[in-house]
């Protein structure tokens, strides 16, 4: 009976993600629309943008590769993958102990590592100069985010994200200076992964200052739709991984009740909407920066990283 | 039933045979396939036995031959350990004879290669099954001479010499430190079998000595930075499928040393210990990607990482130092299979990738990725192969490669255990380092695969490329095949590999078998666990699923059309980008500190017509800093003790004779 409502729990999970994600991009977009005092599109148009998408013809460049028509697919599954093991309204998730936060992390990587090929396989300067520099930013990004791990899991003790996450409920941990070190190093790593602003502007298609959207240029019609929505996702994993480690309140815990279930949805759907206005406010406040100053920026989450891990040595009160 | 000792013995016995046959038909145009057709079978053999004795756990077996010294014979001795490193050099050697016999075919001089290989992999099976320390010592000169026969094959190319030269001089060096170590070891007493060193007692500064001695010669052997620098010379010098294995294999029986020595032989380490390799290793495995990271030529880049990857063992054997130093049995143990379990993961990898390096070589006769392009419409299975030994590699799921890091990580995971603070800080940092290494990984093999297989051809023969012979996809595709396995079901190797933990450090990881769904649990579910096979299947359904749906329902249309160029399509393939330019951001944010990479831009005023410049200057600092000072005072010495060369026959006799008293006064204050 258990196994059944857990398999339902993640199922639903799963589906929950893909129908939220294209929306969490909608509401971002608005809400930064009517920061610059537009009215911007609808909520809802990243999935009409999917649908229009779906319909259109596929342009393929002359010499395109397999690898560059299964590179949608495979990001796409990957980034879903890692997206559904993230514990979003309940915790005890059926399949969360078949992969960890750094398995997450190494799954995102996977994801990265074939989109950063797809750009380089047209062999046009466009890609090229898109794929290296995502690659540069993952080189400082993931250490950040790896240490990040460190620091919750030595806290934790465990870097099982269901386990994570009922412990960070429990009521024994209280605030912990080491924990905000940890948070402000996800946050910047998450906008650095989601291409948002100061790393990378995901409105501009201005060559220079591109680097998401140049390794997807030769992309169009599913293949591109794929991408999108794949990026949509990432965005939502992101933002649930924040939530459920740092805010996990209201998150279901194992044999409650089916209203309980209900309760924490709803709380979810809320702090997912906190999150995406914090993040339109904090784009429309900041500007980007130049690529080379980007290091920079992911160099302070990678010191803020590690500088959480020690002073979870230094005192057992932090 | 002989015991798997003398069985073993007696595939080494056949492997020199076969180099006696190979001598003996070098005018017959059959003689490749012969003799790579032999080392095949023989390793297969030897395979079949190590990996009967380590799964079957059939106990220590000893053999006693009355050849070397007199009065002493040769002992050898087959443990677990042993037979773990057995299954990865005869692994690596069928795979590697496999590939010669289509890769062989191609050679201009055989003769100079085939009486070698079966030589060379005699060597490193023997070095694995001495049990005293001269047997030890020969075996190991042994194969570092065959090895060096070998990376001369190609004698008249320009740098080979040079690299052969490098070579030579830090194996001498090595075992002149491996040489002090064992005799150290043996103590006055002059013990030499392992038996007896074993059971000796050896003081702390005695073991202090020893261990830096092994991080010497082991470590030059395996790669260690500041020892590496023969490594990208010598093993890109010699044929691919020798440099797959002395970059797969053969820094692995340094590591076996290593481990041998420190482990086994030693007794109980000192916390101290550790600190020394953790930091060596971190610093190994970083230095290591970041030189593979600027290498343009596609086999050096491939050498570079296997510092980087040798440098990530040596880390997690520093954990299960500081863990076993501290009575922590069961981390150590984690540490210790991890270190073991990339061990593994590497001889996979590494020679998958120097083998599909070496099919690009026959095809295109380049080893510039510069030269290369576009070589996945040309050459789609290797590509495909060369693409899995990438993912493995870079540490992604579902592949091995992914494995052995989490499991790394797990154990760094285990510090707050460790009472002393230097190591309880060390350790996370040194994660940090692991885990930089990681991302730059996966920088550098984008960088390698996209630019020698994806964009358009950058040269007339990478246009003219074809597919390779079937040995060598057949060798490739077996590896590809076990990287893959060894992702998805990492529960087997670890249970395979814990009478190895359990003979080194007396504890072993949780039997995996009985875990549902053969998933991994290092130490308990609720701390960590990991299933590759259900991320696999997790992936694969995934994409059918948006695949199916797509293909159902959206549009299924394609049109080819020419690639988007703005409005002006870039009119040469030479204007994509490059793996220097590829690079760049990397260099730019870490090489000037490491290289001290600095951009020269020569832009002539306007009117003047001279194209502009661009120019990198990238400085080896190791090369610069440490060998170039080291060899200009070996000059200096040589050029003052030439003059010894040309004294009269007085002088020579007042020198001897000065000596003698010297000697003698120096024996007289002495007792």
Redesign the interface.
Known sequence: MVVISDIFVQLGQMALVLLLAPLLTGVVRKIKARLLRRRGPSIFQPYRDLLRL??????????A???FRVTP??T???I??AA?LVPTFASGLE?S????L??IV??L??A??FL??AG??????????G???E??I??????AM??MV?CV??IA????LS?VATFMASSEVGLRVSLGMAMIALIMVALAENARIPVDNPATHL?LTMVHEAMI??YS??HL??IEFGAFLKLLLYISLIICVFFPWQITTEGAGPLSYLVSVAAYILKLAVASLLLAVFETATAKMR??RV?EFLGAA?ML??LG??LR?VSRGF | MIPAVAQQIWCVAALLGTTALAIASSRSRRSTALVYGATFAISLVALAGALFSLIARTGATELTLPIGLPWLGSHFRLDALAAFFLVVVNLGAATASLYGLGYGSHESTPQRILPFFPAFLAGMNLVVLADDAFTYLLCWEFMSLASWALVMAHHREADNTRAGYVYLVMASFGTLALLLAFGLLSGAGGSYSFAAIRSAEHTPSEAALVLALMLLGAGSKAGLVPLHVWLPLAHPAAPSHVSALMSGVMTKVAIYGFIRVVFDLLGPPSWSASVVVLILGGATAVIGILYALMENDLKRLLAYSTIENIGVIFTSLGLALAFQANGLGLAAALAFTAALFHVLNHSFFKSLLFFGAGAVLTSTGERDMEKLGGLIHRMPLTSFVFLVGCVAISALPPFNGFVSEWLMFQAVLLSPDLPQWGLKIMVPAIGALLALAAALAAACFVKAFGITFLGRARSPAAEAAGEVDRYSLAAMFALAALCFLAGILPGLVIDALSPVAEAMIGHRMPVQANDPWLSIVPIEESRSSYNGLLVFVFITAAASLAVYFIHRFASRAIRRGPAWGCGFSDPTPAAQYSGASFVQPIRRVFGTLVFQAREHVDMPAPGDLRPARFKVDIHDLVWERLYTPLTEAVWFLADRLNQLQFLTIRRYLSLVFATLVTLLLVLAIWS
Do not use: C, H
């Not at chain 1, 102990?97 to 960890?100: I, L, Q, R, T, V």
């Open positions: 779906l319909r259109k013809e596929v342009v393929l460049a002359e010499n590769s397999w690898l697919y495979v796409f599954a990957a879903w993958v559904a399949f102990w078949s992969a960890d750094i398995a190494a799954l990587g996977s990265r590592f950063a090929l380089m396989d047209v062999g046009t300067s466009f890609g090229g100069i794929s290296s520099r690659v540069m993952a080189a400082l990004a993931e250490p790896l240490l460190f899991a030595l003790g465990s870097t099982q386990t060559e240029l030769e019609g599913r739709a794929m690529v080379f290091p990678l990283g590690l891990t020690l040595f």
